[in-house]
T-cell receptor, first 113, second 113 residues
Framework: GAGVSQSPSNKVTEKGKDVELRCDPISGHTALYWYRQSLGQGLEFLIYFQGNSAPDKSGLPSDRFSAERTGGSVSTLTIQRTQQEDSAVYLC???????????FGSGTRLTVV | QQQVKQSPQSLIVQKGGISIINCAYENTAFDYFPWYQQFPGKGPALLIAIRPDVSEKKEGRFTISFNKSAKQFSLHIMDSQPGDSATYFCAAATETSGSRLTFGEGTQLTVNP
């Protein structure tokens, strides 16, 4: 596609439920990143996929968070047993390789009530 | 050593004035320094970037100044306009090793008409 597409744009869920956030990167981009942005805060790195290499999961805050990338394209971020502190905007970005700037999607705003 | 520190947290400038946002880093291996602009409800968008082989890069009203010895870089917005009101993030990465971007905390810029 023309840009990075994320869905849903907004998600309200009850505490304790699982959620799945989807990212569709720009076609041909081999690198895919997930970041989290809490209200008025900076961007917190979560996970990074580069081609067929093992993902860099060093930013995942707990084992309730996981992500996969199927066929080197679409990625899904899963949060199990959501907590109120998980409320944030989850941003996905892609890049054509290891250099240069990222292209971000508009994010998924997750609210845990 | 991976931190990037950004200041100020917020900035108010009159239309036509110069907006200056500063960032400092510790990791001397960083070799790519982009700035991102984020409007409410949108993902960050790449604005301008610099590599350490130059001390300044200008694109229109936006200029990055880079001081390698001080490990600092800054964004200058000349003739600031109300449409420039947004949150600005600096970032850094080590491209040669394919590292992910580390972001500053962000600066909320308001340009008054």
């Amino acid at each position: 596609g023309a840009g990075v597409s994320q869905s849903p744009s907004n998600k309200v869920t009850e505490k304790g439920k699982d959620v799945e956030l989807r990212c569709d990167p720009i076609s041909g981009h081999t690198a895919l990143y997930w970041y989290r942005q809490s209200l008025g805060q900076g961007l917190e790195f979560l996970i990074y996929f580069q081609g067929n290499s093992a993902p860099d999961k060093s930013g995942l805050p707990s084992d309730r968070f996981s992500a996969e990338r199927t066929g080197g394209s679409v990625s899904t971020l899963t949060i199990q047993r959501t907590q109120q502190e998980d409320s944030a905007v989850y941003l996905c970005a892609s890049n054509i390789g290891r250099t240069g700037g990222y292209t971000f999607g508009s994010g998924t705003r997750l609210t845990v009530v | 050593q991976q931190q990037v520190k950004q200041s100020p947290q917020s900035l108010i400038v009159q239309k036509g004035g110069i907006s200056i946002i500063n960032c400092a880093y510790e990791n001397t291996a960083f070799d790519y320094f982009p700035w991102y602009q984020q409007f409410p409800g949108k993902g960050p968008a790449l604005l301008i970037a610099i590599r350490p082989d130059v001390s300044e890069k200008k694109e229109g009203r936006f200029t990055i100044s880079f001081n390698k010895s001080a490990k600092q870089f800054s964004l200058h917005i000349m003739d600031s306009q109300p449409g420039d009101s947004a949150t600005y993030f600096c970032a850094a990465a080590t491209e040669t090793s394919g590292s992910r971007l580390t972001f500053g905390e962000g600066t909320q810029l308001t340009v008054n008409p």
